[in-house]
Structure formats: C-alpha cells, structure tokens
C-alpha cells in the first residue's frame, strides 16, 4: 500500500513537471527546451486592425515615394502611382508576375513626391485626377534621378488603380459608385475575390435611375470579365423592371448603340409603340451628335428588334410610317397579319399553316 500510493505521487509529480516543462522526465526522442525562458506560457496576441491602419496611414501620406520601389503607370493619362514590392507580391500573385518582367526606368525623386501629393489629395478630398507634375531640381540644381521598375496598366484609369492598390496595400479602400464596373473589372484582373465581393454585395443598392446608364455605357468596356458579365445581368434585371421609367430618363439618350440593342433584344412588358418612340428619340440624339450618320442606317438594328404587327394600325398610319425609317415591306407584313394571320408566316404570335403537298 505504502509503494503503491508512493508511486501514484511520484506519477503526479512528474505529470505535473511534464505539464510544467520544467525538470520532468521526458520520454525518448522528447526535446527538451534550450532554456527555462522559453518554456514558459505563451498567448498569441493579434492586432491586425492596427497594423491596417498604421500601412494606410504611411500609404497615404507624403512619404511614400521613399518607402516604395515600385511604380506603377495607369490608363491612358499615364499618371504615377506607387507601390512596395513585397506588399504587392504575397497579395496578388498577377502583380507578382508582372513585377519579374517590369523594366527598370528612371525617374525623377521630386517628381514622384509631387505625384504622390497629388494622390493623396485625389484619395482625400477632390476625386479628380492629379495634374501631371514637372521635375523640380536639387539644391545643387540637378534633378535627383532614382531606378525603379514599373509596370503599365493601360485597361483602368488612375482612379481605379488609386483604389485596387490602396486595398492590396492596406486591406481596406473606399467604393464609389461610380468606379464599381471598372472596379469589379479590375478584381478579375488582378484576382482579388474579396474585393470583387465586396464590389457586388454593394451593387443592389448602388443601382438607381441616376446610375443606371453611365453603369451600362462602363460595362460596354470590360465585357470580357466574369464579374462584370454578372454585373451587366443585374442591371439589365432593373432595366426589366422599369423600363418604361428608363425610356423617359434625360440621359436614355446617352446609352451606346451596342447596350440599347442589349436592352432592345430582351422580353420587355411594354407596348412596342413605346419602343419604337424611344428608339427614334435616342436615333435623333445620336444622329445629332454624329452628324456624318444617317438616322434610318442608324436605327436598322433597332428595327428588327420591335414588332410591328403588335402596334395597332393608327398608329403604324400616323408615328411609323412618317418617320421614314422602317422599311415598306416590314410594315405591310405588319397590316396583312392585323387584317388576316393566316396570311402571314414568320411573324411571332402567328398561326402555324398546314401545308400539303
């Protein structure tokens, strides 16, 4: 009894030095730590927030230009922008490998904190674009010339880019309105999925009668993404379900071609007379504008898209045929079948015919 409870303390000992880590007895292949400091409890202790915050600030501030090295050319106006390599490289593998090809270029360290003042006045306060900025000189009246490499993005202009890399660089950006077709874009391109969701978690309520066409004309550019693909359909969806609104809105006028035969080619629940009206009003602004274009050339699409058979006959008399811009056989198929359908073949709504041999 006395070995037994002797032993049971001795186990309880050396489980309590094991938990301990300190002079217990270690099993083979055990490693013991290399001091008694290390050895004690240890708790994770995280603040991502504060570090998202602490990168942002320096991101926006007037000392960038001496932190980065890389540069980064955007949209056709060819602004400035910057970026840390390092950054860039563990958050989006495409920008890692543009970065392995991106050529050395020099530039002028003066111009570059001018840039990056005008940046952050863009982020911050105006949201223009920053003037491009001439190269001031040293003291000693030498520009100060440093080698970085840079990479050009042609696809998305300086605002887009401003916000894609303020959210690699620091987690977090603004979303306007205004930037979310290109900027949904621009998540594809550089593989950014959570941006990309954020992008479309805020789309429901971004659309509106005082976004919808300028979010239809930007989609036109960056069809070619999936995101965007997804975008164009729900937009369209609201187009659906207010079409008659959108018709009357000042800007309808603004759509481009290619969207407004989008727009045209699907099911909608409106008079085809309504359609045809719209269709001249937007042909009419658009000749003015092009005068080089002839308005009947300009509407053929369009045409094909309504159905006339569907209008009634006064009006096919008095609105359609004095525009001018419907072809004669189009409207005379469109009386035969209101007088007979079993005149017409062809013609959606119209009796199949048997036909014997």
Request: with cysteine; hydrophobic share 40%; net charge neutral.
């Amino acid at each position: 009894g006395i070995n037994a409870e002797y032993g049971d303390t001795e186990s309880k000992k050396r489980e309590c030095n094991m938990e301990n880590g300190r002079g217990a007895w270690l099993p083979f292949g055990a490693v013991r730590p290399q001091s008694p400091l290390l050895d004690a409890v240890c708790e994770r202790y995280e603040n991502s927030n504060k570090l998202g915050k602490d990168l942002e600030a320096e991101y926006l501030s007037s000392s960038m230009n001496e932190l980065c090295d890389v540069i980064i050319s955007a949209g056709k106006s060819r602004n400035l922008l910057f970026g840390i390599r390092a950054i860039m490289s563990v958050r989006c593998r495409v920008l890692q490998k543009l970065l392995v090809t991106a050529p050395n270029c020099e530039f002028d360290s003066r111009t570059l904190r001018a840039q990056t003042l005008a940046r952050r006045e863009f982020n911050l306060n105006t949201g223009e674009y920053p003037r491009k900025c001439k190269g001031s000189t040293s003291s000693h009246g030498e520009k100060q010339k440093i080698q970085l490499p840079k990479i050009t993005v042609d696809e998305f202009n300086y605002s887009v880019m401003s916000v894609v890399l303020q959210y690699i660089h620091t987690g977090s950006c603004f979303i306007v309105t205004s930037h979310l077709p290109s900027l949904i874009a621009a998540a594809d391109r550089f593989d950014l999925p959570e941006l990309r969701e954020a992008c479309l978690k805020i789309l429901p309520s971004a659309i509106s009668f005082d976004t919808i066409i300028d979010m239809l004309n930007a989609m036109e550019h960056y069809i070619q993404y999936k995101s965007v693909k997804t975008m164009l359909q729900k937009l369209l969806e609201f187009v659906d379900q207010n079409i008659r609104d959108v018709f009357c809105l000042p800007s309808f006028c603004n759509l481009s071609e290619h969207v407004l035969q989008l727009v045209f080619a699907r099911d909608l629940d409106i008079d085809e007379i309504v359609k045809f009206n719209a269709a001249i009003r937007w042909g009419r602004s658009f000749c003015t504008k092009h005068e080089n274009r002839d308005l009947k050339t300009v509407l053929q699409q369009l045409v094909n898209k309504i159905q006339f058979h569907m209008i009634k006959t006064r009006d096919i008399m008095q609105i359609v045929y004095p525009s001018g811009v419907v072809p004669e056989h189009k409207l005379i198929i469109a009386l035969a079948f209101q007088a007979d359908p079993r005149s017409v073949e062809g013609i959606k709504g119209a009796p199949v015919l048997e036909h014997t041999v």
